[in-house]
């Protein structure tokens, strides 16, 4: 397995992470506990390392599972995860909640729930806009002066807060989602992180699914699967949407590889420090995407994948206004 490494601070993680929501969170029927266990020891097994969780997914659950399954890899293994929902006391979200007191109350929860002594990687999930990005880096940074935390990251923010917080605690990683048909980043959160010395960790790489080519116009979601929320994934939208999907065939077709793989390749080529962490629960889509980084795209692919794309237009609003809010800021 490839390793990449995440801002100046060196946090080394397979080029390619898992993202673990859907194990446990976001699916009807929930997947069989024991089987994600395996699936994720199976996952060690072939070289990833990097696996992303938050207190969010379930909320709770994810992480009991991810700390469960990943026990016999202590020390081997870098597991990111967030804090910043408040929740109510039956689990319900309820909001925001970035007080620094709130962050080290979730910070030793998260740590006994993934039966770790330190956290790898400890997103803020959203901007909370009613306290200061300072106030939530400083929190962060006496959890890595007490060894509670290794490593801060962001996600889902925009240039002018990364800059205010760095400034306060170095940051290791940005997550943002990213891919062939979300690139709103490129415009300043990329030139950002390069800038400071800043990883970058795109999710939903492939589209929760869609760039996969296995999901088209006719496709249902159950009703507590996220898609069937997103104006994205409309049968209109998937149906105006299938220009991308016929692009990334095109390059495969070329390159002897999926329409994931080539998603995901373009996403590596992009730059060294930027690890896509696509979610996947069963081991031939895991062994699909972990091909991916056997496939090179060179500067004539990119360009020709660059000038195809410009041609899109995609349709549908990536999330209903009121969540699209709680991005960017």
């Avoid at 935390?149 to 400034?167: D, N």
């Avoid at 220009?243 to 329409?259: P, V």
């Amino acid at each position: 397995m490839q390793k990449r490494t995440l801002g100046n601070n060196h946090l080394e993680v397979s080029a390619l992470g898992l993202g673990c929501m859907r194990m446990s969170h976001d699916e009807s029927p929930l997947p069989d506990k024991q089987e994600m266990i395996s699936f994720l020891h199976a996952a060690v097994d072939r070289g990833i390392i990097f696996f992303d969780t938050a207190e969010v997914y379930g909320p709770y659950t994810n992480e009991e599972l991810v700390g469960e399954a990943l026990a016999p890899f202590r020390g081997h293994v870098v597991i990111a995860t967030k804090f910043g929902y408040q929740f109510g006391p039956n689990g319900e979200q309820v909001g925001l909640n970035s007080r620094p007191e709130h962050i080290k109350q979730a910070a030793e929860s998260s740590l006994k729930r993934l039966r770790v002594e330190a956290i790898d990687l400890f997103y803020q999930h959203r901007v909370d806009p009613n306290v200061s990005i300072e106030e939530v880096a400083g929190a962060v940074k006496e959890l890595i002066e007490e060894g509670k935390v290794k490593h801060f990251g962001l996600s889902e923010v925009g240039a002018h807060t990364i800059r205010r917080a760095h400034a306060v605690q170095p940051i290791t990683a940005v997550q943002s989602e990213y891919s062939l048909w979300w690139r709103t980043v490129e415009e300043h959160v990329l030139p950002a992180c390069e800038e400071l010395g800043i990883g970058f960790v795109p999710y939903s790489p492939l589209g929760r699914g869609y760039l996969t080519g296995t999901i088209d116009e006719h496709t249902t979601f159950a009703s507590v699967d996220i898609r069937s929320r997103l104006p994205r994934y409309t049968p209109e939208a998937r149906k105006a949407n299938q220009a991308i999907i016929d692009l990334l065939a095109r390059i495969g077709e070329q390159k002897g590889a999926t329409q994931a793989q080539i998603a995901l390749a373009w996403l590596l080529a992009r730059s060294a420090w930027i690890v896509p962490i696509p979610g996947s629960r069963k081991l031939e889509r895991l062994d699909e995407n972990i091909g991916a980084l056997a496939v090179t795209l060179s500067s004539d692919d990119l360009r020709e994948i660059e000038s195809a794309a410009s041609q899109i237009t995609i349709q549908g609003a990536r999330y209903p206004e009121q969540f699209e809010r709680m991005t960017n800021l």
